[in-house]
């Protein structure tokens, strides 16, 4: 089946720790992004890429890091240097033009303890 | 800056009774428009999208475009306790294929 696999569900980060987000594809998409959502708000863009070895900030790209150096996989790094890090994490995937919308993944429930 | 603005609800509707979602957007050059729906702790899921000015209807939801009023709409016709949602609007462009959201209409249909 194809879709979109984000891991972990659930993850919680100590004060000060770096955590990865894993997201891969098999839709064969080329344009890949992630977003946070807070509770009872919209979705706010982190970071996207539209081909292997390239990406770039979205609106909220401080204390985050990504890569993406396989066509299937977009990772995201949450540093120490984002304070305010709990919030859902959401992956999608997308065909590179704006007429297509989006495919997400099930998400990453981000807890700072 | 690109915005998309929704009325953050919640708004309360009988079960049976039309549920009219709206949406406004501030980019004239705006090119795509869609809606999501997310169940509380879930990922969106698209239920509609319109490029055109005028209405598309699929089964029981309609989406209106109007380009020249920046604005686009949901309608769901007889709403049932299942459509109890957060319904995102989202517009797109073509640089990256970006989507920009509002931040989502909580409805809730009662029985």
Sequence with gaps: ???????????????????????????????????????????????????VNDFQKGDIAEGYSVSREKKESFPLTVTSAQKNPTAFYLCATGQGAAGYGYTFGSGTRLTVV | QKEVEQNSGPLSVPEG???????????????????????????????MFIYSNGDKEDGRFTAQLNKASQYVSL?????????????????????????????????????
Excluded at chain 2, 76 to 99: H, M, W
């Design chain 1, 1 to 51: 089946d194809g879709g979109i696999t984000q891991s972990p569900k659930y993850l919680f980060r100590k004060e000060g720790q770096n955590v990865t987000l894993s997201c891969e594809q098999n839709l064969n998409h080329d344009a890949m992004y992630w977003y946070r959502q807070d509770p009872g708000q919209g979705l706010r863009l982190i970071y996207y890429s539209q081909i």
């Design chain 2, 17 to 47: 009774a039309i549920a009219s979602l709206n949406c406004t957007y501030s980019d004239r050059g705006s090119q795509s428009f869609f809606w999501y729906r997310q169940y509380s702790g879930k990922s969106p899921e698209l239920i």
């Design chain 2, 75 to 111: 309608l769901i016709r007889d709403s049932q306790p299942s459509d109890s949602a957060t319904y995102l609007c989202a517009v797109g462009y073509n640089q990256g294929g970006k989507l920009i959201f509002g931040q989502g209409t909580e409805l809730s249909v009662k029985p």
